[in-house]
């Protein structure tokens, strides 16, 4: 197989890193332990911007050393995967405590947070272009930055919590988002960024029973709901900077290893795997919960998979064998020099990180590079 030019890459990973523990309390020191919106980021703390800075030339050097070619800051400058850029929108803010929850194969539960619409959503600044161009300045590799999917704002919200005097049709309030997106992807390609990755559990939320009861309960339509995500979606990605990469994360939640759905992709393959005109999606395929590769047949041709093969809720690592059976599953349904792969999630959706040490992130990161190797002769 010829190496891929261009990412996504053929060992790739999804960009949230395990913080070293001292940048964590660090971060409780100087912010607290529950800023999610006191001033939504830590560029406006010296100090913990320094201790970032090296905490990130580390991590940059842990990706290098294990052989991937796209590099992150490990979202080492947020305090979840999301915040920093949504609450720096005009007018969204964040609360703490949401109603919904995650879980773990254990039955525990924790709270999610929620966000607020207190009037016309606009971009304001970026959030994203200063630690761009530091990652940029610390390596020779591919920079990635990893935003959350603008349909993840309405996910943490839902209608009660959207200022119904400026959105009375939540129509407006998708079209401005998508605006706001283009504004914040130009800012990244005129600071030199290549390759952008949108997160979001929206879409897997969507092909679970309860979490569908629950959009119903509250008034949303799932199907409205699809519509406009893609919508919103094909809008941003149609006004990308030209020579830029978007690629799509998806994932059933990941937060410190728990989870906020279940269920195969079947309810929204046909729409979403053809109907969202990103470059590549990376998919989560790490456990039963995400069903088999059948809705697989469905994938477009246009688009590039990437196997989310390898957990990062658990420090067990796969068995490499194992790794190119499924790769070759999947490959009945994709032809494999469409498929790359990489982990189901990122290690540290939020800045407390899941429940692994870096040394098994490490590994873990290692063992998608060599599986690439092995299947494709490149990572």
């Given at each position: ?85 949504l609450l720096s929108l005009e007018n969204v803010a964040g609360n703490y405590r949401g109603t919904e929850t995650f879980r773990n194969d254990k039955g525990h539960t924790v709270p999610s947070p929620r966000v607020d619409v207190t009037g016309k959503i606009r971009w304001k600044q970026s959030v994203n272009v200063g630690a761009f ?247």
């Amino acid at each position: 197989m010829a190496t891929r030019p261009r990412p996504p890459f053929r060992a790739d990973h999804v960009g949230s890193l395990r913080r070293p523990e001292s940048l964590m309390k660090a971060r409780e020191r100087l912010l607290g332990a529950h800023d999610l919106d006191a001033n939504f980021g830590s560029h406006h703390n010296a100090e913990l911007s320094k201790l970032e800075d090296e905490a990130i030339r580390d991590v940059v050097k842990l990706q290098e050393a294990a052989g991937l070619t796209s590099i992150t800051d490990g979202e080492f400058r947020r305090r979840i995967w999301w915040s920093e850029f949504l609450l720096s929108l005009e007018n969204v803010a964040g609360n703490y405590r949401g109603t919904e929850t995650f879980r773990n194969d254990k039955g525990h539960t924790v709270p999610s947070p929620r966000v607020d619409v207190t009037g016309k959503i606009r971009w304001k600044q970026s959030v994203n272009v200063g630690a761009f161009r530091f990652l940029k300045s610390v390596t020779q590799r591919t920079p990635k930055v990893t935003m959350p999917a603008p349909q993840t704002l309405y996910f943490y919200s839902k209608r009660e919590w959207v200022d119904k005097v400026v959105y009375p049709d939540l129509e407006a309030m998708w079209s401005d988002v998508a605006d706001a997106y283009v504004v914040e992807l130009q800012a990244l390609a005129d600071a030199g960024c290549t390759y952008v990755q949108m997160d979001e559990v929206v879409t897997c939320c969507l092909c679970d029973d309860k979490q569908r009861a629950k959009l119903k309960g509250r008034g949303d339509d799932p199907q409205r709901l699809l519509d406009l995500q893609i919508r919103t979606m094909n809008s941003v990605v149609a006004r990308r900077p030209k020579g830029m990469t978007i690629v799509m994360h998806t994932c059933r939640g990941n937060y410190q290893g728990h989870w906020a759905a279940e269920g195969g992709y079947d309810p929204i393959a046909e729409r979403v795997f053809n109907e969202i005109k990103v470059d590549a999606l990376f998919l989560e395929y790490d456990t039963p919960r995400a069903g088999d590769f059948t809705p697989l047949r469905y994938f477009g041709k246009d688009k590039v998979l990437v196997l989310g093969l390898i957990s990062t809720k658990t420090p067990q690592l796969e068995d490499p064998d194992a790794l190119k059976r499924r790769i070759d599953q999947a490959a009945k349904y994709v032809d494999l020099d469409r498929l790359c792969l990489s982990p189901q999630c990122g290690f540290s959706s939020n800045y407390l990180g899941n429940p692994v040490t870096i040394d098994d992130q490490k590994r873990k990161l290692e063992l998608v590079v060599k599986t690439a190797e092995s299947v494709w002769g490149t990572a």
